[in-house]
C-alpha cells in the first residue's frame, strides 16, 4: 500500500456521508423490526437481534478476505444491490422465519461491505490523521444515530411499518453508486502465482498482537455485559416508564448526541498518542457502568441523559480504539482483521442477548441492567490496565525509533 502524502478529506466526507445514510436506513429497519416483534416479548427481540448479528460471525473470515484480495468497485455494487432487495422485501407480510431470513440475508450483504469500506481508511487518510479521520466518519454516523431512532418511532406511529423499509431500500442500493460517484477503488496487490487466501489470517494476527488481543478481550466483555441492554430498553422506557414509540426513539437520540459532539472534537483536535489512551481508558469506564445507571434511572428523561454521556464515552472507542487497531495492522490484513474484530463483538452481543431475552423475562428489566452495568464495570477494571500497558510499549518504541 502506498501511503498518501495528503489527507483527502473530501473524499473520506463523501464516504462518511453516504455509508451514515445507509445506517439511518438500518436503524430504520431494525427498530421497526423490534416494534413490530416487541408484543412477542423479550425472547422474540433477542432472536431478532441474533439473526441480525449472526452473518458477522458466519462469515468474517470470508468477508475479510473478499475485502483484502479483491477491489472497493468489485465488492460494494453488488453486495448492496442484493441487500438493498431483501430490505425491500421485508417490506411485505410475511411470515416470522421468512422476515428473519431476509434480514440475515441483508445483513450477510453488509457484513462483506463493512470491512470493504474500513480499507479505504489508511488510503485515504495518513497516519497522523488517522484518529481524526475516524472522529470525521464517526461524526456523520453519529448524526445518523441522531435521527435514526426519532424517525423511525415516528414514521411507525404515523405511517406504519412499510415506509421504513423502503427508505432504508433506497438508501442500501444507493451505496452501490458511490465508488464511482465519488472516483473510490482500493485495488489490492496482485497475488503471487501460487499463493493462497488464509481465511483465518485475521484472527492469527489479532491474537498475535498484544495490543489486538488485550483491546479485543476487553471490548469482548464489555459488549457481552452492555448488550443486555439492546434487548431490555424498549420494554423499559415503553412499558415500565410509559413512553410512546415517538418518544422511545427521541430517548435513543441522547445517545446519538453524545457521540456527534465528541466525534466532532475529536475531527478537529489532534492530540498526542498518550492522550488518545487516556480518553480511551475513561470513555470505556463510563460506558462500563452505564448500564447500571439506566437500571436506577426513576424516567426516560434521566435515560435520555445517561445515554447522552454513554454516547460521549462511546464515541472515544470508536475513534481512538478502532485508531490504534488500524495503526498496528499491515494493510494487506486489515479487510480481514476488522472482520475479525466485528465476528468477536458480535458473538459477545448474542451470547448476551440470549441470555439476556430470558433474564429479563424471569428477574425484570431493571434489575438485569444494573448486573450488567455492575459485570461491566469489573471488566473494565480487571482488562484495561492490559491496553494501557501494550500501548505504552508501542508508544515507547515508537518515540525510541
Not at 117 to 137: C, F, N, S, Y
Not at 218 to 237: Q, R, T, Y
Not at 322 to 329: E, Q, R, S
Amino acid at each position: 500500500m502506498i501511503e498518501p502524502a495528503k489527507t483527502q478529506w473530501r473524499k473520506i466526507q463523501g464516504m462518511a456521508l453516504a455509508r451514515a445514510f445507509s445506517i439511518l436506513g438500518s436503524q430504520l429497519t431494525i427498530f421497526t423490526l423490534v416494534f413490530r416483534e416487541q408484543s412477542s416479548g423479550p425472547t422474540a427481540v433477542a432472536v431478532l437481534f441474533i439473526v441480525g448479528t449472526l452473518p458477522v460471525i458466519i462469515f468474517s473470515p470470508w468477508a475479510g478476505t473478499i475485502a483484502d484480495r479483491f477491489s472497493t468497485r468489485q465488492i460494494v455494487p453488488p453486495f448492496s444491490i442484493i441487500g438493498g432487495a431483501a430490505i425491500f422485501a421485508l417490506a411485505l407480510d410475511t411470515e416470522n422465519w421468512i422476515t428473519l431470513a431476509l434480514l440475515f440475508l441483508a445483513n450477510t450483504c453488509l457484513s462483506v461491505v463493512g470491512p470493504t469500506w474500513g480499507k479505504l481508511i489508511p488510503v485515504l487518510a495518513t497516519k497522523e490523521d488517522i484518529g481524526r479521520a475516524m472522529g470525521t466518519i464517526q461524526s456523520y454516523f453519529a448524526i445518523a444515530g441522531l435521527a435514526g431512532p426519532f424517525l423511525a418511532g415516528f414514521l411507525v406511529d404515523k405511517t406504519g411499518y412499510v415506509i421504513t423499509f423502503v427508505l432504508d431500500g433506497i438508501f442500501t442500493t444507493f451505496i452501490a453508486l458511490v465508488p464511482f460517484i465519488l472516483k473510490l477503488n482500493f485495488q489490492p496487490e496482485e497475488r503471487v502465482e501460487g499463493e493462497k487466501s488464509h481465511i483465518m489470517e485475521g484472527y492469527r494476527f489479532m491474537m498475535s498482537s498484544p495490543l489486538l488481543r488485550s483491546l479485543v478481550i476487553l471490548v469482548f466483555g464489555l459488549v457481552f455485559c452492555v448488550s443486555v441492554i439492546n434487548v431490555g430498553d424498549v420494554f423499559l422506557i415503553t412499558e415500565e416508564m410509559g413512553a410512546s414509540k415517538t418518544i422511545y426513539g427521541l430517548v435513543g437520540t441522547g445517545f446519538a448526541v453524545g457521540m456527534l459532539l465528541t466525534n466532532l472534537l475529536v475531527s478537529k483536535k489532534k492530540v498526542e498518542p498518550r492522550t488518545e489512551l487516556i480518553v480511551l481508558g475513561l470513555g470505556m469506564a463510563i460506558l462500563s457502568i452505564s448500564g447500571f445507571f439506566v437500571g436506577i434511572s426513576p424516567n426516560y428523561w434521566v435515560v435520555m441523559v445517561v445515554w447522552f454521556i454513554a454516547g460521549a464515552a462511546n464515541a472515544t472507542i470508536n475513534s481512538y480504539g478502532v485508531g490504534m487497531m488500524i495503526k498496528v495492522t499491515p494493510h494487506e490484513v486489515q479487510g480481514r482483521v476488522f472482520a475479525a474484530f466485528g465476528a468477536v463483538v458480535s458473538v459477545a452481543s448474542i451470547g448476551s442477548m440470549g441470555i439476556a431475552g430470558f433474564a429479563v423475562e424471569a428477574f425484570g428489566v431493571r434489575e438485569v441492567f444494573m448486573v450488567a452495568g455492575l459485570l461491566a464495570a469489573l471488566a473494565f477494571l480487571l482488562l484495561f490496565p492490559t491496553v494501557y500497558k501494550e500501548q505504552t510499549k508501542i508508544m515507547k518504541a515508537s518515540s525510541a525509533s
